[in-house]
Protein backbone atom coordinates (compact mmCIF):
# COMPACT_ATOMS: atom_id res chain seq x y z
CA UNK A 1 0.00 0.00 0.00
CA UNK A 2 2.61 2.35 -1.03
CA UNK A 3 2.70 5.22 -3.82
CA UNK A 4 5.16 3.29 -5.81
CA UNK A 5 4.81 4.75 -8.77
CA UNK A 6 4.40 7.91 -7.68
CA UNK A 7 7.35 7.84 -5.98
CA UNK A 8 9.49 6.53 -9.22
CA UNK A 9 7.68 9.54 -11.50
CA UNK A 10 9.14 12.20 -8.79
CA UNK A 11 12.98 10.00 -8.06
CA UNK A 12 13.17 10.60 -12.14
CA UNK A 13 12.05 13.28 -12.55
CA UNK A 14 9.42 12.49 -15.33
CA UNK A 15 5.81 14.76 -14.70
CA UNK A 16 3.80 14.21 -12.12
CA UNK A 17 0.39 15.43 -11.95
CA UNK A 18 -1.56 15.61 -8.39
CA UNK A 19 -4.95 16.85 -8.20
CA UNK A 20 -5.95 17.24 -4.38
CA UNK A 21 -9.83 16.57 -3.74
CA UNK A 22 -10.69 17.95 -0.50
CA UNK A 23 -12.77 20.70 1.89
CA UNK A 24 -11.56 23.92 3.47
CA UNK A 25 -8.53 22.04 4.88
CA UNK A 26 -7.15 21.22 1.51
CA UNK A 27 -8.11 24.57 0.04
CA UNK A 28 -6.26 26.54 2.89
CA UNK A 29 -8.94 28.44 4.24
CA UNK A 30 -7.79 31.61 5.74
CA UNK A 31 -3.87 31.20 5.50
CA UNK A 32 -1.37 32.29 3.07
CA UNK A 33 -0.30 28.45 2.81
CA UNK A 34 -2.18 25.17 3.31
CA UNK A 35 -0.87 22.17 3.41
CA UNK A 36 -0.88 21.13 -0.17
CA UNK A 37 1.57 24.06 -0.72
CA UNK A 38 4.02 22.93 2.05
CA UNK A 39 3.85 19.19 0.91
CA UNK A 40 4.61 20.70 -2.36
CA UNK A 41 8.13 21.97 -1.24
CA UNK A 42 8.97 18.57 1.27
CA UNK A 43 8.26 17.41 -2.47
CA UNK A 44 10.44 19.46 -4.28
CA UNK A 45 13.36 19.23 -1.03
CA UNK A 46 12.86 15.55 -1.02
CA UNK A 47 13.08 14.66 -4.89
CA UNK A 48 15.12 17.12 -6.50
CA UNK A 49 14.36 15.89 -9.97
CA UNK A 50 10.69 16.14 -9.38
CA UNK A 51 8.54 17.72 -12.14
CA UNK A 52 5.11 17.92 -10.13
CA UNK A 53 2.23 19.93 -10.91
CA UNK A 54 -0.29 20.12 -8.36
CA UNK A 55 -3.88 21.51 -8.69
CA UNK A 56 -5.74 22.03 -5.43
CA UNK A 57 -9.44 21.55 -5.53
CA UNK A 58 -10.24 22.14 -1.80
CA UNK A 59 -13.56 23.67 -0.97
CA UNK A 60 -14.52 25.09 2.08
CA UNK A 61 -17.52 23.52 3.59
CA UNK A 62 -17.67 20.55 0.73
CA UNK A 63 -18.69 16.94 1.45
CA UNK A 64 -17.80 13.21 0.43
CA UNK A 65 -21.00 13.61 -1.64
CA UNK A 66 -20.00 17.05 -3.26
CA UNK A 67 -16.69 15.63 -4.49
CA UNK A 68 -18.34 13.02 -6.26
CA UNK A 69 -20.46 15.84 -7.73
CA UNK A 70 -17.76 17.70 -9.03
CA UNK A 71 -14.88 14.78 -9.22
CA UNK A 72 -15.32 14.44 -13.45
CA UNK A 73 -14.52 18.34 -14.05
CA UNK A 74 -12.11 18.68 -10.67
CA UNK A 75 -10.26 15.42 -11.21
CA UNK A 76 -10.98 13.05 -14.17
CA UNK A 77 -10.27 15.75 -16.65
CA UNK A 78 -7.15 16.58 -15.53
CA UNK A 79 -6.27 13.07 -16.39
CA UNK A 80 -4.14 12.67 -13.00
CA UNK A 81 -1.37 10.50 -11.98
CA UNK A 82 -1.94 11.29 -8.00
CA UNK A 83 -5.06 11.90 -6.67
CA UNK A 84 -5.31 12.86 -2.65
CA UNK A 85 -8.61 12.35 -0.97
CA UNK A 86 -9.55 14.53 1.98
CA UNK A 87 -12.97 14.29 3.38
CA UNK A 88 -14.85 13.53 6.82
CA UNK A 89 -15.91 16.91 9.01
CA UNK A 90 -18.47 18.51 7.19
CA UNK A 91 -20.00 14.91 6.81
CA UNK A 92 -20.01 14.25 10.07
CA UNK A 93 -21.03 17.70 11.37
CA UNK A 94 -23.76 17.70 8.31
CA UNK A 95 -25.47 13.98 9.81
CA UNK A 96 -23.92 12.21 6.76
CA UNK A 97 -23.80 8.06 8.36
CA UNK A 98 -20.58 6.95 8.25
CA UNK A 99 -21.68 4.25 6.26
CA UNK A 100 -23.20 6.54 3.81
CA UNK A 101 -20.03 8.61 3.98
CA UNK A 102 -17.99 5.32 3.57
CA UNK A 103 -19.61 4.30 0.51
CA UNK A 104 -19.39 7.65 -1.22
CA UNK A 105 -15.49 7.98 -0.97
CA UNK A 106 -15.37 4.53 -2.74
CA UNK A 107 -17.10 5.43 -5.46
CA UNK A 108 -14.82 8.46 -5.91
CA UNK A 109 -12.28 5.88 -5.97
CA UNK A 110 -13.95 3.38 -8.11
CA UNK A 111 -14.68 6.10 -11.02
CA UNK A 112 -10.85 7.48 -9.85
CA UNK A 113 -9.81 3.96 -11.55
CA UNK A 114 -12.20 3.42 -14.25
CA UNK A 115 -11.27 6.71 -15.85
CA UNK A 116 -7.59 7.16 -15.10
CA UNK A 117 -4.10 5.21 -14.37
CA UNK A 118 -3.82 7.65 -11.22
CA UNK A 119 -2.73 6.16 -7.52
CA UNK A 120 -4.85 7.55 -4.69
CA UNK A 121 -3.39 8.45 -1.41
CA UNK A 122 -6.95 8.84 1.61
CA UNK A 123 -6.47 11.58 4.05
CA UNK A 124 -8.16 11.69 7.40
CA UNK A 125 -8.39 15.19 8.49
CA UNK A 126 -7.47 17.04 12.13
CA UNK A 127 -8.49 15.84 15.17
CA UNK A 128 -11.15 17.40 17.10
CA UNK A 129 -10.36 18.18 21.14
CA UNK A 130 -13.81 18.24 22.55
CA UNK A 131 -14.24 14.55 23.50
CA UNK A 132 -17.76 14.17 21.64
CA UNK A 133 -16.75 15.66 18.61
CA UNK A 134 -13.96 13.83 18.64
CA UNK A 135 -15.39 10.36 18.62
CA UNK A 136 -17.79 11.10 16.07
CA UNK A 137 -14.90 12.65 13.85
CA UNK A 138 -12.98 9.59 14.96
CA UNK A 139 -15.46 6.99 13.30
CA UNK A 140 -15.45 8.68 10.08
CA UNK A 141 -11.47 8.01 10.17
CA UNK A 142 -12.44 4.55 11.19
CA UNK A 143 -14.29 3.95 7.86
CA UNK A 144 -11.71 5.55 5.76
CA UNK A 145 -9.19 3.52 7.78
CA UNK A 146 -11.10 0.64 6.91
CA UNK A 147 -11.27 1.50 2.92
CA UNK A 148 -8.08 2.05 3.03
CA UNK A 149 -7.21 -1.75 3.87
CA UNK A 150 -10.63 -3.05 2.07
CA UNK A 151 -9.03 -1.52 -1.13
CA UNK A 152 -5.40 -1.56 -0.37
CA UNK A 153 -4.50 1.96 -0.27
CA UNK A 154 -2.01 4.43 1.60
CA UNK A 155 -3.67 7.03 4.23
CA UNK A 156 -1.87 9.39 6.19
CA UNK A 157 -3.79 9.87 9.33
CA UNK A 158 -3.57 13.36 9.76
CA UNK A 159 -5.72 13.16 13.35
CA UNK A 160 -3.37 10.52 14.92
CA UNK A 161 -0.19 12.34 13.57
CA UNK A 162 -1.24 15.53 15.42
CA UNK A 163 -2.64 13.22 18.37
CA UNK A 164 0.80 12.16 18.30
CA UNK A 165 2.30 15.37 18.17
CA UNK A 166 0.24 17.01 21.20
CA UNK A 167 1.31 13.96 23.05
CA UNK A 168 4.97 15.30 22.59
CA UNK A 169 4.24 18.40 23.88
CA UNK A 170 2.74 20.57 21.13
CA UNK A 171 0.16 23.30 22.23
CA UNK A 172 -2.88 22.53 20.39
CA UNK A 173 -4.33 25.62 20.35
CA UNK A 174 -1.11 26.87 19.02
CA UNK A 175 -1.80 24.57 15.54
CA UNK A 176 -5.39 25.97 14.74
CA UNK A 177 -7.11 28.75 14.16
CA UNK A 178 -9.82 30.42 16.47
CA UNK A 179 -12.94 27.87 15.71
CA UNK A 180 -10.31 25.15 16.79
CA UNK A 181 -10.75 23.53 14.03
CA UNK A 182 -8.97 24.57 10.81
CA UNK A 183 -5.07 24.43 11.16
CA UNK A 184 -3.25 27.90 11.14
CA UNK A 185 0.07 27.85 9.55
CA UNK A 186 1.80 25.51 11.67
CA UNK A 187 -1.38 23.47 11.74
CA UNK A 188 -0.91 22.93 8.00
CA UNK A 189 2.68 22.24 8.17
CA UNK A 190 1.98 19.68 10.76
CA UNK A 191 -0.82 18.09 8.36
CA UNK A 192 1.42 17.92 5.31
CA UNK A 193 4.23 16.40 7.62
CA UNK A 194 1.72 13.43 8.01
CA UNK A 195 0.72 13.66 4.32
CA UNK A 196 4.47 13.79 3.14
CA UNK A 197 4.92 10.19 5.55
CA UNK A 198 3.29 8.40 2.61
CA UNK A 199 6.15 9.86 -0.25
CA UNK A 200 9.50 9.10 1.35
Known sequence: MILQKTKQRLASGEPLRLVALGDSLTQGWMVRKGYVDFLAEMITRHYPKSDVT????????????????????????????????????????TGVPADRFKNTVKTIIYQIRADTDAEVLLITSV?????????????????????????????????????RKVGEGADFASLVQGDGVHPNLEGHRIMAEAVFEEFK
Not at 73 to 85: E, F, H, T
Not at 135 to 162: K, M, N, Q, S, T
Request: zero cysteines; hydrophobic letters at 45%; proline letters at 5%.
Open 127 to 163: PIMHESEDRVAGEFYARIEALAREEGLPVARVHAYWK
Open 54 to 93: IMNRGIPGDTAEGGLYRLRDDVLDADPDLVLIQFALNDAY
